[in-house]
């Protein structure tokens, strides 16, 4: 694995392997990279999670970090994502995690000589999210196979959407949606169900906030309609089954898409999540380092 850009890349072996490091990182586990290597985080988007998780991942293992602020860049100057990496391969960088507005950005970057992880594309895919989201629902129920996952809320502009239904339904999870009907995505191939129906069967309630910087039209419901017509509320929580857990990549918009009582109530793993994003990151950046060990010697 040179890259690591989208759960399309990945066949279940390589999840399940990938998963299986970063539980054991969640264990304890430690793991150094045997020689310097320098990575940057290029992130043209904001981040919260995402960002400092790889920071943290990347430290933990042992890598030389460049601080890159986007903000303060070259960037700002005109200088485009394509002469933006080269630079940074110039100068020794062999990892640098990257989020961008644009979907698949990193098919401009095809042929550089250092390892490319995808931290989100627009509305394209957020593999380590799913990863980390993999990672929860794993050590929650052990496996995939049999699961009802119902996602809602914003599947259309979600990257998360689509990553973790691709991922679920290859790992042989039953996935649903829900949410306002026009932002559905045939393109998922996911049913769509109603929302009460959804929550009531479901083993993982996965909601997602509106992606208000990706729509062109202007809200079309209150916050407080959204919740009332889309969110977790408290009453529909209490139909969840019992055992069933409620998961959200955040940031939360509390009491739209969920409850403000919910983000932290005892179904919740909207906070395991983001524990666990370091691990799924820590994983990610060791398979990469391992597996290419050979490129980056003779680039
Ligand atoms: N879940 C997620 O991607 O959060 P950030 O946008 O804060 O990185």
Request: aromatic share 8%; glycine share 6%; with cysteine.
């Amino acid at each position: 694995m040179q890259h690591f850009l989208t759960i399309s890349d990945l066949g279940n072996e390589e999840i399940l392997e990938l998963l299986e490091e970063a539980d054991a990182f969640s264990k304890g586990a430690v793991w150094k990279a045997p020689e310097p290597v320098f990575a940057a985080n290029l992130f043209y988007e904001p981040s919260t999670r995402t960002k400092c998780s790889f920071e943290v991942a990347e430290r933990r293992i042992g890598l030389e970090l460049l601080p890159f602020e986007v903000g303060a860049s070259s960037v700002q100057k005109g200088e485009t994502l394509y002469d933006t990496v080269k630079t940074l391969q110039s100068i020794g960088v062999k990892v640098v995690v990257i989020r961008h507005q644009e979907d698949e950005y990193y098919r401009q970057l095809a042929g550089l000589a250092l390892s490319i992880v995808n931290a989100g594309d627009g509305s394209g895919q957020h593999p380590s999210q799913c990863l980390l989201d993999l990672l929860t629902i794993k050590q929650e129920f052990g496996g995939f196979r049999g699961l009802k996952v119902c996602i809602i809320g914003d599947i259309v502009h979600s990257r998360v959407a689509r990553s973790n239904a691709e991922a679920l339904k290859k790992l042989g999870a039953t996935v649903t949606c829900s949410g306002p009907v026009e932002w559905f995505d045939p393109t998922m191939h996911l049913p769509y169900v109603p929302i009460d129906d959804g929550v009531a069967e479901a083993d993982v309630v996965m909601l997602l906030r509106i992606q208000h910087e990706r729509h062109q039209e202007t809200a079309h419901l209150t916050k407080e309609a959204y919740h009332r017509a889309y969110g977790l509320t408290v009453e529909r929580e209490r139909m969840m089954k019992p055992g069933s857990i409620i998961m959200h990549p955040a940031p939360v918009n509390r009491d739209v898409e969920i409850a403000t009582s919910l983000v932290e109530c005892s179904r919740s793993r909207i906070f395991k999540q983001m524990e666990n994003g370091v691990f799924a990151r820590m994983a990610i950046l060791k398979t990469i380092l391992q597996k290419e060990k050979a490129v980056f010697q003779t680039a």
